[in-house]
């Protein structure tokens, strides 16, 4: 069984920076993609950033690319994002999925965290 905590969300100012937390535990995920997806009230959850176990290969959408950055430390078993210059239209719950074919898409992941609030005012 796979387990994800994200944490590092909360209330900040339209220009501000959080940096949000995945760690993972379970088994191991040298093999695995880890994505960021999003999900603001009334909307469908929708892709953020994503970003192979390894490190090499990493994908953003359009929205966040050059303010967001997604990392991994393998040895804690943690994917970070990195989100700067935030908008008040990044305001969300933030989920991270861990799966074998990863991707935009949700159904290229196996497991989901529980999510962590996001707010932003302008």
């Known amino acids: 069984q796979v387990h994800l905590d994200e944490s590092g969300g909360g209330l900040v100012q339209a220009g501000g920076s959080l940096r949000l937390s995945c760690a993972a535990s379970?088994?191991?995920?040298?093999?695995?993609?880890v994505g960021w997806f999003r999900q603001a009230p009334g909307k469908e959850r929708e892709f953020v950033a994503s970003i192979t176990w390894s490190g090499r290969s990493t994908y953003y959408a359009d929205s966040v690319k050059g303010r967001f950055t997604i990392s991994t430390d393998n040895a804690k078993n943690t994917v970070y994002l990195q989100m700067n210059s935030l908008k008040s239209e990044d305001t969300a719950v933030y989920y991270c999925g861990a799966g074998r074919y990863g991707g935009r898409w949700r159904s290229g992941y196996d497991y989901w965290g529980q999510g962590t609030q996001v707010s932003v005012s302008s």
């Open positions: 379970g088994r191991t995920f040298s093999s695995y993609s």
